[in-house]
Every structure is written in C-alpha cells, then in structure tokens.
C-alpha cells in the first residue's frame, strides 16, 4: 500500500513539474538605452503565456503602455480602460497594453502570480494585452524617469519604441485629451 501512495505522489510531482515547466512565465530580460525617449528593450508573458519582447512586439503604430506597480494600481488603471478602448476602435494603429511591474521572482513565484492574474481576468482581450514584466524594477524606472511606483504611469510609445507623450495616474478628460491630441496630429501627419 505504501509502494503504491508513493507512486501516485511521485506521478504527481512529475506531472506538476511538466505543467509548471510548459505554463510558467519565464524571467523578463531588459535592456536599458541612453535615450530617455525611448522605450527599453524588455520581455513579459501576457495572460494567455505568450511571449513579449517590447518594443520589438508593439503590434500598433501607437502604443499606449500603461505601467502598474501595486496591486491596488488596478483600479487606477481601469478608469483608462473604457476611453482607450474607443481610442482602439475609432483609431488606426492603436493599440494599449498594461504593464504589471513586479521585481524579479523566483520560477514558482511568477507561475503563482500570473495564473492568479489569469484565473481573476476571464475578459480575453484583457488577457492578452496584460503582459507582466519581472524585472529589475530600479533600472527599469529609471530607464523610463519614473520618479517613484506610488502611481501608475503611461507611455505612448511609436512602434519603433520613440515615446512621443508621458502622463501619471487616473483617466480625466484633460489626459485623455492631450493623449487625443497627439494621436490626431500623428494621424494628420500621415
């Protein structure tokens, strides 16, 4: 009875093991550039375990990349969402992603906390654009002059990774248009 418990319980570290190798996010890498307008080289898994490496991954012309440190930034992140999808629907070439920014974890760790993001967002669109960065979080901010992580922070960022606007914290009509200004002009431009 014992040799057969410990079979069972040897299958199951075995197929655990295979799971978490096969689902779990892998560590992000960065590279920081000079320039102070543009985006950092960096890699993420989004929800659905996809693979991002920014800014190389940017799937639009304009990027709006909304960067989170806390969990509690959700909130503030969420009262952009409504505008930036209309912007998505309405705008050729945007397109928005969110940035969870969360210091570097150990393997076990990142699996916990992306598939508890994942299990807690079932919209899908919401899943993929969530792409989680575990990084060296000093260097990161400071490639990008975050000043501090007690807000959120957006970035509108070309496809070739130029940022062309720069705001902090929760959705007002002010930000959102200044975002809508650059956003007409660039289109103007074309």
Request: no cysteine; net charge negative.
């Amino acid at each position: 009875m014992a040799y057969m418990i410990l079979i069972v319980v040897i299958g199951l570290i075995v197929i655990f093991s295979i799971w978490l190798w096969q689902n779990s996010p892998g560590s992000s890498v960065f590279v920081a550039t000079e320039k102070t307008d543009q985006f950092p080289e960096v890699s993420g898994y989004n929800l659905d375990r996809k693979e991002f490496i920014f800014p190389r991954d940017f799937e639009g012309e304009h990027n709006l990349i909304m960067v989170a440190f806390q969990q509690y930034h959700q909130n503030i992140v969420n009262t952009w969402i409504p505008h930036v999808q209309e912007l998505e629907a309405e705008t050729p070439g945007f397109v928005y992603y969110e940035l969870p920014t969360i210091k570097e974890m150990s393997l076990i760790t990142r699996t916990f906390i992306n598939e508890g993001m994942r299990a807690g967002i079932p919209d899908q669109t919401a899943r993929e654009r969530t792409v989680t960065l575990y990084i060296d979080k000093d260097k990161f901010t400071a490639a990008l002059n975050i000043p501090d992580e007690d807000d959120i922070y957006l970035f509108l960022v070309e496809e070739d990774g130029s940022i062309i606007w720069r705001e902090k914290g929760a959705y007002d009509a002010e930000k959102a248009g200044a975002l809508q200004e650059i956003l007409q002009e660039k289109l103007n431009l074309k």
